[in-house]
């Protein structure tokens, strides 16, 4: 089915460690976004791209870095990982006058 | 700016009504309902559009008074599967992808 695939589930780093999240989607939106959801807190916005080669920060962008290189493909790259840095990670992508497909989640852990 | 969403939570026995609703301080281009379950991502319910237009997946019933800034979000002889958290979104512009913000969440609590 179409939708948005994220990889992986699951992650639990060191701090300092760095890591890629992965998310891809196969609906040809223009529009994807990462979003980090910790208790209370609602759903905040990491990075987000209008498309290809054109990506902006969002509210939390500090030790996130993300690249488009394609309509498909919005990886976010964790620098330097931090405690702080726990949280449910979303990638999430829509096209105009519609709302967003979420992917499954990634729940990250460092320790 | 953040929309503000109330209640925080509601509790809410199956068959009941109950209205969740959503406010900002800024003029709305469009107005977003989602819903997650527990250990869910959120799933997209329904966009309200300045000038009346509405769409969405399901046959959730959603206002939105443009004058006044806000949505509500009714939900109608309520059923156990309607548990979660609804969660509002929302956009001041049809260009302002980087400034959609989700409100913080109303707990909605179904019980037989």
């Known amino acids: 089915n179409a939708g948005v695939t994220q990889t992986p589930k699951f992650q639990v780093l060191k701090t300092g460690q760095s890591m890629t999240l992965q998310c891809a989607q196969d609906?040809?939106?223009?529009?994807m976004s990462w979003y980090r959801q910790d208790p209370g807190m609602g759903l905040r916005l990491i990075h987000y791209?209008?498309?290809?080669?054109?990506?902006d920060q969002g509210e939390v962008p500090n030790g996130y870095n993300v690249s488009r290189s394609t309509t498909e493909d919005f990886p976010l790259r964790l620098l330097s990982a931090a405690p702080s840095q726990t949280s449910v990670y979303f990638c999430?992508?829509?096209?105009?006058?519609?709302?967003?497909?979420f992917g499954s989640g990634t729940r990250l852990t460092v320790v | 700016q953040q929309p503000v969403q109330s209640p925080q939570a509601v509790i809410l026995r199956e068959g009941e009504d109950a209205v969740i609703n959503c406010s900002s301080s800024?003029?709305?281009?469009?107005v977003h309902w989602y819903r997650q379950k527990h250990g869910e991502a959120p799933v997209f319910l329904m966009i309200?559009?300045?000038?009346?237009e509405q769409k969405g997946h399901e046959k959730i019933s959603a206002s939105f008074n443009e004058k006044k800034q806000q949505s509500s979000l009714y939900l109608t002889a309520s059923q156990l599967s309607y548990s979660g958290t609804y969660f509002c979104g929302t956009e001041y512009s049809p260009d302002s992808w980087g400034k959609f913000q989700f409100g913080a969440g109303t707990q909605v609590v179904v019980t037989p």
């Open positions: 309200l559009l300045k000038g009346g």
């Open positions: 791209s209008v498309g290809a080669g054109i990506t």
């Open positions: 609906m040809n939106h223009e529009y």
């Open positions: 999430a992508s829509r096209s105009r006058s519609w709302g967003y497909t």
């Open positions: 800024k003029a709305l281009y469009s």
